[in-house]
């Protein structure tokens, strides 16, 4: 085993997590001490992968610490999509905790696991692009024929500008006209916003 294969010091954490009532947790955990993670140090989980709300996960997230190991039975038990899973995998790197997947035969605490781990993640960010430029064509397409892109609603597009020249944000607009922010961010970024911010109030030129 080489230098940077070594088993990270630091102590094994295991999550597991089952959909339904009648799934058993007994598989999961079994392989999880059989990893080394003590029964205590288990953290369980009951709900749906799409689920946003993980009180146990959170939990486990928080009581790790720099050197840990988070280990789970499967990929999917962790994260409810590929970039949901991505986006906690590099939570957990930043704070120099590691991640072990026991099914994958994935540990981003040896070189090979790392390695894996950075070609998911540059597929992962291939697709995001992919779905921006789909996206983006898709509305340009729309226009171009003169339809609209999704429920947009009427707004009154004076009053919103008034507050972004004032130095408002998009959030501060629609409240002032009364409609939600996703209303109002359809018609003007937050970079559309920051631009009108810096061109102040609208001047108006005296009557002759």
Known sequence: MRADDKPP????????????IEQRLDL???????????????????????????????????????GDT????????LGRNLLDLLTKMQALHERGVHFRSLTES?????AAGRLIMHVVGAIAEFERQLTRERTTAGIRSSKER?????????????????????????????????????TVAYHYTAEEARRLARLGPRKHKPKR
């Open 9 to 20: 010091v630091g102590k094994l954490m295991g999550y597991a997590r089952v959909s339904t």
């Open 28 to 66: 999961q955990r079994d392989a999880l001490v059989r990893a080394g993670v003590s029964p205590c140090d288990i953290y369980v989980e009951q709900g749906s992968g799409a689920s946003k709300s993980r009180p146990s996960l959170e939990r486990a997230m928080k009581a790790l610490r720099p």
């Open 70 to 77: 988070l280990v789970v039975w499967r990929l999917d038990r």
């Open 106 to 110: 994935i540990d981003t605490g040896t």
């Open 146 to 182: 003169g339809g609209k892109h999704g429920r947009q609603l009427e707004i009154d597009l004076g009053a919103v500008e008034a507050v972004l020249r004032s130095g408002g944000t998009i959030a501060d607009a629609a409240r002032a006209i009364g409609k939600s922010r996703t």
